[in-house]
């Protein structure tokens, strides 16, 4: 995963992890423990990160699937 791309749009679309993680639902710490690899990202959290953060299917790659 590419965490720092990752977070980038988190802060480009809500402006803080914390306003991301509200969106979601979960704990902020749920959202950080995943981006630092610490627990899993799920297809299903692929799915709705990628809703939220309107990142089209062509570049689900470049976010999720490369260091």
Known sequence: MNSNKL???IVEVFGT???FAE???V???AVSQKLKN???LTRTDIERWCE???IEREDIA???FTE
Do not use: T
């Open 23 to 25: 969106a979601l639902g």
């Open 27 to 29: 704990p902020q710490r």
């Open 52 to 54: 939220l953060l309107k």
């Open 7 to 9: 977070k980038g749009r």
């Open 38 to 40: 610490k627990r899993e």
């Open 62 to 64: 470049d976010y999720f």
């Open 17 to 19: 992890q914390g306003a």
